[in-house]
Each structure stands twice: as structure tokens, then as C-alpha cells.
């Protein structure tokens, strides 16, 4: 097989929504935009259809999927929104924040999608997509459209690049606007808010519009990401973090203004004036160019890495990209 590349516009051309449902509707998968990374969908009450998910990307089965709905609508009916959660979802969705939430008594969504756990994940994504889950009228379970523990696509090339010889239809809306995964936060009722992952949305944004502080670490394992492995979103390139030098046998992936001196193998600056939303957009896309240039070894240098900020975000990724993707995988310990 190798994927169809399709435009998909805003708004999206009739036709091509219908085309798409119908490859949804006999269970099989469509990558898609989202304004975060792009996302291999299926229908997420369909355990075939994410069987083949799980399968495409070599993903763990343990590991739970984001179900990607149009509509707060549809979100109440696969999960159980206490006042935060709703507050959180009419402040922030469509956009980059994920809850995971009590799963609804009727839920719909297979248990594949949600790991057997009795939660679920829930987003409203940005862009023209939401058009394609509205008319599906179901939701969309998709994981990030890269073989498991690799780079996240932020493009739809990267996508081909990955998973081109697996899927019949990619839908391409361009690059992404975040750059970075969802920011994943659990919200039970009687509990503290819980940031489960770092991204796109800083965590500051999310403490403002509740009102109090996130916990960092879940108190007890049951409702931490499962998925939070600790080798994940690895170049092929190894990386050496917090370098304040550059070796002539590496490429350089620079932050600010002031780069060190030397002879190197390739240059990307994730932004030049020190921009943290700029270095979240160019991340995985750099990491991506670098590697299909064949830079084994990437020197990067030190990014702000402040809690609340788009920088922790960052500087998780680059910890677990720096990380062997051949060791046992590791439930992370943050
Ligand atoms: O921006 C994003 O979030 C992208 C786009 C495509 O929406 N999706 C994405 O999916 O990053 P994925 O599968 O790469 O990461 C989903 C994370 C995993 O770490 C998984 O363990 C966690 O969400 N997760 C899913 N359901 C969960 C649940 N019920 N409880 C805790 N964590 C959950
Ligand atoms: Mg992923």
C-alpha cells in the first residue's frame, strides 16, 4: 500500500469529507492534521479498526489512545465532566489540552481505545478535522501519526515518511501550528488537578483558568499515561542535551542568539530571538530534517527549562529523545 496524499482545505471540500468517512467507516485508518501533530485515526468505537492502530505503529497495547471529538456534546457523552473539567474544555477546546476524565456510563468508545482503564482521554482538536469527526458523527481515536517511540510528524511528509507503505490516506492541512503534543491533564472529582504531560498548552495557562495549582506526579500509578514511556519521540541521530560547544562530527540544533563556536555537520536554530512557542513549532521538524540528512550525532544546547512554561514541554521531549529507543521500554518515573 502507499498512501494517497489528499489537501484537505478550510473549510474541507464536500466530497473529500465523504470520501473519508467511508474509509473510517469500513475500519480503516486516515492520518490526520490536528494544530498539534498529526494523528493516525480510526473509529474509536470500532476494536477492529484500532487493533490496526496499534499494530501500524508497533504500539503497546497497554497504552491508551485520545478519542478526538468535534462538540462538548459529544465529549459528555463518552466521559464525566465535573465543573473544572468543564471549565478547562470552554476555555481552551478546540486547542491543545487533553482531559482524561471518568468514562461515561454509556460510553460508547471500545476498550481498546481507552486501555481498559476507567477513564478516557478526550480532545477537541483545531483545524478542518473537527468538519470530518463532526460528519462521521463518531469520534476519532488517533495516537500521533509516527511508528511508536519515534518522532512525532508535525508535517504530512513525515507521515509518508513513517507510515506511507501502511495506510491508504493522509490528509495534509499543512504544517502544524503547536509543534507539540496535547497538554494532558486528569481531572477526578475530589482529587488535585494532575498535569499528566507537558505540551503544547503551558501549564501556567491551564493553573490560571482553574484557579489553583496542577500537581506534577500522580499520587497513586493507576491514572498516570500509561504511555509516558521513558525512551519516546526518538531521532535516529543521538543526542547530547545541554551542550555548550560543538564537535566537528555533530550538527548543532541552537537556541537563542549567542552560538558556540566550531565546524559542524549542520546548523537549525529553533529560534534565533529565544522564542519558546517558535521552538516548540520547529522541534520535531528539525529533528526530522536532521535525520534525513544522516546527522548521527545532534548537539543541542540548553533551552529554558521552567516549570509552567512551553520550555518544560520541550525539554521532556528532548530528555526522552535523548534516551536509547532499543532499551526495555520503562514507565517514566517524573
Ligand atoms: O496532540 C496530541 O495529543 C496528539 C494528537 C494526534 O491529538 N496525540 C497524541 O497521542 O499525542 P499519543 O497516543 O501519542 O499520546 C496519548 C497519551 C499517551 O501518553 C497515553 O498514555 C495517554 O495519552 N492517555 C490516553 N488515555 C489515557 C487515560 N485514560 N489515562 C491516562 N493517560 C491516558
Ligand atoms: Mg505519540
Redesign the pocket.
Known amino acids: 500500500m502507499t498512501a494517497e496524499i489528499k489537501t484537505l482545505a478550510e473549510p474541507p471540500d464536500a466530497g473529500l469529507i465523504e470520501a473519508v468517512c467511508t474509509v473510517l467507516r469500513a475500519g480503516n485508518l486516515v492520518a490526520i492534521p ?1 494544530e ?4 493516525l485515526a480510526a473509529d474509536a468505537t470500532n476494536g477492529e479498526a484500532l487493533a490496526r492502530i496499534f499494530q501500524v505503529k508497533g504500539r503497546p497495547r497497554f ?4 478519542c ?1 471529538v468535534e462538540s462538548q456534546t459529544m465529549a459528555e457523552r463518552l466521559g464525566r465532566f465535573e465543573p473544572r473539567a468543564r471549565q478547562l474544555a470552554e476555555r481552551f477546546w478546540p486547542g ?1 489540552l ?1 482531559l ?1 476524565v471518568p468514562k461515561a456510563a454509556e460510553c460508547p468508545v471500545h476498550p481498546l481505545a ?1 486501555a481498559g ?1 476507567e ?3 478526550l ?1 477537541m ?1 483545531g483545524g478542518p478535522v473537527r468538519r470530518i469527526i463532526s460528519a462521521f458523527g463518531k469520534p476519532l481515536a ?3 501519526a509516527n511508528l511508536s517511540g519515534r518522532l ?1 510528524p508535525t508535517r504530512a511528509d513525515h507521515v509518508a515518511a513513517q507510515l506511507g507503505h501502511a495506510i491508504e490516506l493522509i490528509l495534509d492541512a499543512g504544517p502544524c501550528e503547536v509543534g507539540l ?2 497538554t ?1 491533564i ?1 481531572l477526578e472529582p475530589g482529587r488535585p488537578a494532575i498535569l ?2 507537558p ?2 498548552l503551558s501549564a501556567d495557562e491551564i493553573e490560571t483558568a482553574l484557579g489553583e495549582p496542577l500537581e506534577r506526579s500522580a499520587p497513586d500509578a493507576a ?6 514511556m521513558a525512551s519516546h519521540y526518538a531521532p535516529k541521530a543521538k543526542l547530547r542535551l545541554q551542550a555548550e560547544d560543538v564537535q566537528s562530527d555533530e550538527a548543532l540544533l541552537a537556541f537563542g542568539s549567542a552560538l558556540p563556536e566550531g565546524k559542524t555537520m549542520a546548523v537549525r536554530n529553533l529560534s534565533a530571538s529565544g522564542d519558546l512557542s517558535e521552538a516548540a513549532v520547529n522541534l520535531f521538524s528539525f529533528l526530522a530534517e536532521l535525520d534525513a540528512e544522516g546527522v548521527d550525532k545532534i548537539a543541542v544546547m540548553p533551552i529554558p527549562d521552567t516549570a509552567g512554561t512551553l520550555g518544560e514541554a520541550i525539554n521532556d521531549r528532548l530528555r526522552r529523545a535523548a534516551l536509547d529507543p532499543d532499551l526495555p521500554e520503562a514507565p517514566d518515573a517524573r
Open positions: 490536528t498539534t501533530v498529526y494523528g497504552n491508551p489512545l485520545i478526538h491543545p487533553t482524561v481507552t482503564l477513564t478516557i482521554a480532545r482538536p488517533a495516537p500521533s512525532s503534543e496535547s494532558i486528569a499528566l504531560r505540551g503544547g491514572i498516570v499515561a500509561p504511555g509516558m
